[in-house]
């Protein structure tokens, strides 16, 4: 897996490859954290079906995007994508629909999620893991009066990997749904 660097004037530098074995480790400790933290907590189905987790990713194609889809899997959890293209109301059919809790994205998407949420659209979400960049303390305060709480992405990856007891990753049958 690739990622291009992004430099100090804007443009892009050379790739900077993972190996399967960076990926792998990266994707079990992301798990670990979303376990231990809550992130994708389990819900009831729809008309007496079955319990189903859901992870909420809103940002564009990135190494980040992926690895999170990966240790979703791990968790049971199935993704569920947001777009540019999408309009609140959109977004917020799609979250009230799976009333999931966290939405993993880009530092850009922090300002539309808390502008859900002051629309009063959202109200499941209690969660916002951020690929990168800094949360000013103004954003984080705003984020935090709508009931948010802001993660970083590389933190909940550092609580994975420290956390040295073993987590129980939910059992998978034939029969769970993706």
Same mark, same amino acid.
């Given at each position: 897996?690739?990622?291009?660097?992004?430099?100090?004037?804007?443009?892009?530098g050379?790739?900077?490859?993972?190996s399967?074995?960076q990926?792998?480790?990266?994707?079990?400790?992301?798990?670990?954290?979303?376990?231990?933290?809550?992130?994708?907590?389990s819900?009831?189905?729809e008309?007496?079906?079955?319990?189903?987790?859901?992870?909420?990713?809103?940002?564009?194609?990135?190494?980040?995007?992926?690895?999170?889809?990966?240790?979703?899997?791990?968790?049971?959890?199935? !993704? =569920?994508?947001f777009?540019?293209?999408? %309009?609140?109301? @959109?977004?917020?059919?799609?979250?009230? /629909?799976?009333?999931?809790?966290?939405?993993?994205?880009?530092?850009?998407?922090?300002?539309?999620?808390?502008?859900?949420?002051?629309?009063?659209?959202?109200?499941?979400i209690?969660? !916002? =893991?951020?690929?990168?960049?800094?949360? %000013?303390?103004? @954003?984080?305060?705003?984020?935090?009066? /709508?009931?948010?709480?802001?993660?970083?992405?590389q933190?909940?990856?550092k609580?994975?990997?420290?956390?040295?007891?073993?987590?129980?990753?939910?059992?998978?049958?034939?029969?769970?749904?993706?």
């Open positions: 897996m690739g990622t291009r660097v992004k430099l100090a004037d804007g443009s892009f050379e790739y900077e490859w993972k399967f074995k990926v792998s480790e990266e994707t079990d400790a992301l798990a670990k954290g979303m376990t231990l933290l809550d992130l994708c907590p819900i009831e189905g008309e007496g079906g079955p319990q189903m987790r859901f992870t909420g990713i809103w940002s564009k194609n990135r190494e980040e995007w992926h690895i999170t889809e990966l240790a979703s899997m791990k968790c049971n959890s199935t !993704v =569920v994508g777009y540019d293209a999408m %309009s609140d109301k @959109a977004v917020d059919y799609i979250i009230k /629909q799976c009333q999931f809790t966290t939405i993993f994205g880009s530092a850009a998407y922090l300002a539309k999620v808390v502008n859900l949420k002051k629309q009063s659209m959202g109200t499941s209690t969660n !916002v =893991v951020l690929f990168d960049g800094s949360v %000013s303390e103004e @954003a984080r305060a705003e984020a935090t009066e /709508q009931g948010l709480t802001v993660h970083m992405y933190d909940v990856v609580q994975g990997r420290e956390h040295t007891e073993p987590v129980e990753f939910p059992e998978l049958g034939p029969e769970d749904l993706y």
